[in-house]
């Protein structure tokens, strides 16, 4: 059985081979399968972790470029990536802030791209610090 084939594919189908393969008594191909699935549930864990970092930078390159433009909607935007960020750390705890810090040079540049296209201008945001994604109030007024 190509595991890491089948896993990459669906999650679904490879646990019930895992089950199929257990029913028959094949213990080790079974204990592999398990393996590579918990591998593929650690992938996507951690592309759903850098998708909700890319939100959030996003919002914060966009608040900081465009003031006059700032919202309730982008304000929760950011509260709800930094929610969704820490759900995902709460149900996953080895996607901890080294790793959020990994991924953060990479989902910066992802962030910039998108929030110029969606302003339709260029920013002059060079970065955003951990204190600005994950301390700082994002409040109208």
């Given at each position: 059985m ?107 540049v ?13 920013s ?12 700082d ?5």
């Open positions: 190509n595991w890491q084939t089948l896993s990459t594919d669906s999650h679904y189908k490879t646990a019930v081979a895992i089950l199929s393969e257990l029913e028959m008594g094949h213990v080790d191909e079974a204990v592999k399968g398990v393996e590579e699935l918990i591998e593929a549930l650690s992938r996507s864990e951690k592309r759903a972790l850098k998708s909700q970092l890319v939100r959030l930078m996003l919002h914060i390159i966009k608040w900081q470029s465009q003031p006059e433009r700032r919202s309730r909607s982008w304000a929760a935007s950011i509260q709800d990536a930094r929610d969704e960020i820490a759900d995902i750390q709460d149900e996953t705890p080895s996607l901890n802030n080294a790793v959020i810090e990994s991924l953060w040079e990479k989902a910066f992802m962030a910039k791209r998108d929030a110029q296209a969606e302003m339709g201008k260029k002059d945001v060079q970065n955003v610090s951990w204190q600005e994604a994950f301390v109030e994002y409040e109208l007024g």
